[in-house]
């Protein structure tokens, strides 16, 4: 329990809170970036049932990877997400439609123990629905069309995922140890391929501290808050 005066808050849940603002801000941050240079860009009421629907997707993940709150808890928040992609304002689209509900799917197969989705097939599935669902939708939704230039441009934050999350889905620590080396040098690599400035250098070096850190201690208590903390570090620095 925390307490803050004579208020006493569930750890659990306040950390969840924590991971789902993060990880929402995460979610939201290339496309934003990119996005804001065209004179096209605008907000739409349609992004108002998204920023929910990311809410509960990032709830989702919590639930799910954390496993110190009940897990029927990630079935309610995958219902939700799916309602709010079903509301006339997204569900007119229907591409954008199918996309965000293909992303609710796979959370529920993961939600799923007997699908045995925590794995390195499951982390890399994770990775690419997460980075090309709802960054896709945001953009979508403030330009009015997609570019293989944005897709591209979110190859840093799916190698971020893929990355950051390997312990999160495997406990096999010494093969753990060498997925992340490869994860961790396809990040560096992606990362190479941008503009070479301070800001590149200083994600290859956290990239580098990260790694470090997964080779000698592995998964980590807070590892979900961890995560989200050095991949919204990796965002700002390379969008």
């Keep these: 329990m925390i307490r803050i005066g004579k208020i006493k808050l569930n750890r659990d849940y306040v950390h969840l809170v924590l991971f789902m603002v993060v990880q ?39 639930i799910i990877l954390d496993r110190r709150i009940a897990p029927q808890w990630s079935l309610v928040a995958i219902g939700i997400s799916v309602a709010l992609a079903l509301t006339s304002i997204i569900a007119k689209e229907s591409e954008l439609l199918y996309l965000l509900l293909t ?85 560096v690599i992606v990362i190479f391929l941008q503009p070479l400035t301070w800001q590149t250098i200083l994600a290859i070096l956290v990239t580098i501290a990260v790694w470090f850190s997964q080779q000698s201690v592995g998964r980590m208590r807070f590892h979900l808050l961890i995560n989200a903390a050095v991949q919204l570090i990796l965002m700002f620095l390379l969008y």
Excluded at 39 to 49: E, K, N
Excluded at 174 to 184: W, Y
């Design 24 to 62: 929402s801000i995460i979610c939201w941050w290339a496309a934003l970036d990119y996005g804001r240079s065209f004179q096209t860009a605008q907000f739409s009421s349609a992004q108002l049932p998204l920023i929910g629907y990311t809410l509960a997707i990032t709830a989702t993940i919590f």
């Design 103 to 187: 992303g609710s799917a796979w959370l529920l197969i993961m939600a799923i123990p007997r699908f045995g989705m925590q794995n390195y097939f499951g982390l890399t599935v994770f990775s690419i629905v997460m980075t090309y669902t709802i960054p896709v939708a945001v953009f979508y939704l403030q330009n009015n069309y997609l570019s293989t230039t944005f897709l591209w441009k979110l190859a840093p934050l799916m190698a971020s995922y893929l990355f950051l999350y390997v312990p999160s889905f495997s406990h096999q620590r010494q093969i753990n140890q060498l997925i992340s080396a490869i994860t961790g040098l396809l990040l």
